[in-house]
């Protein structure tokens, strides 16, 4: 595989579509967009591979990555489906849905991928950048978040050049990302029940009306799946939330009727706020202010993927 300065800057066309899913067929790390946020990728099925994601992100080994395939055949040889599985693929795939499933026996997988759990995150993903590479590359693909652990998700090909720099042999720049927070994870549990362990675009309540049950509350703090870890998408200085108004030394994050210095967005729209949330962080992040303050954003429907982030990255 020939080597170029790094990272290599790829356009979201065929040669660039190409060219990342060669560096990812060689072992290579790509910085890939997702309808989400950017996603960095490796081949799933190889140890070394999905070693360099956790040693260019800095993140822990216990904490397990997502597998992105191209179809629901692709996720059945790696995980167990049942009939609600099936379902919620249905309803929901291509999609923002991460499921964790019991591990499938003989499944292609690198240990690392799953941190010795006998269950995978599986999604299959809507954005056709990120689909068009995973059927060139004719590989399941574990990405997380393209960015340093811990800090905030990288939601344009900037944001990820930022982040990790030469750690990332690629970024391709599919532009910024629509739904701009993380897919919604839900776990299903053997004996019937099943729980959200991440809120995303995908509300639990569209997945209650899939299932027909109600979610069980998540009382166990082992990390089952990414965004579990209570300091999360932090942007290097306090956050604080709840803001009507901020103090001298704070970079206010606008939403509604509360304007501040940049707004999630001034019409009180959710999804809207959702797409902008980490550029606004980044923007925090960036600006001459030694603390983040942030109006308050309601909980309906995405707002509990966006006040779920929010915590993270004020504890």
């Known amino acids: 595989m020939e080597r170029t300065s790094r990272p290599e800057r790829l356009a979201a066309d065929s040669a660039g579509i190409a060219r990342a899913a060669e560096l990812l067929r060689a072992n290579g790390l790509v910085a890939i967009p997702t309808e989400t946020v950017y996603g960095l990728a490796a081949r799933a099925d190889r140890d070394d591979s999905v070693a360099a994601i956790y040693r260019a992100k800095g993140r822990p080994s216990f904490n397990p990555l997502i597998v ?3 179809d629901l055949a692709c996720a059945r040889r790696i995980a167990r489906f049942d009939d609600r599985a099936e379902a919620l693929a249905a309803a929901f795939w291509p999609g923002a849905l ?7 026996e003989g499944a292609e997988i690198a240990p690392a991928v799953t941190a010795g759990l ?3 995150a599986l999604r299959c993903p809507a954005h056709p950048v ?8 004719g590989l399941a693909l574990a990405a997380p978040s393209a960015n340093r652990s811990g800090g905030v998700s990288p ?7 930022a982040s990790l720099g030469e750690r990332v042999d690629a970024v391709v720049d599919g532009g910024a990302c629509e739904a701009g927070v993380e897919s919604t994870i839900v776990a299903l549990r053997g004996d019937g029940r099943w729980q959200v362990l991440r809120p995303g675009p995908i509300a639990e309540s569209r997945i209650r009306a899939v299932l027909g049950t109600d979610a069980d509350a998540v009382t166990s703090r ?19 939330l709840g803001a009507c ?5 704070e970079f206010h994050i606008g939403f509604g009727a509360v304007a501040g210095h940049a707004s999630l967005s001034p019409a009180g729209d959710l999804a809207e706020a959702a797409s902008r949330l980490y550029a606004l962080l980044h923007e925090g992040a960036a600006a001459d202010f030694s603390r983040i303050a942030v109006a308050p954003v309601p909980e309906g ?7 779920d982030r929010l915590r993270r990255a004020a504890a």
């Open 155 to 161: 939601t344009t090909a900037e944001h990820v050049v």
């Open 98 to 104: 991460t499921m964790v499933l019991p591990l499938a």
């Open 118 to 120: 006998p269950t995978v």
């Open 301 to 307: 429907g995405i707002g509990a993927a966006i006040n």
């Open 130 to 137: 990120m689909r068009d590479i995973i059927a060139q590359a």
């Open 68 to 70: 992105h395939v191209a």
């Open 222 to 240: 082992e990390i089952e799946a990414p965004g579990q870890l209570a300091s999360h998408y932090a942007p290097g200085k306090p956050v604080r």
């Open 245 to 249: 108004e901020a103090a001298a030394d």
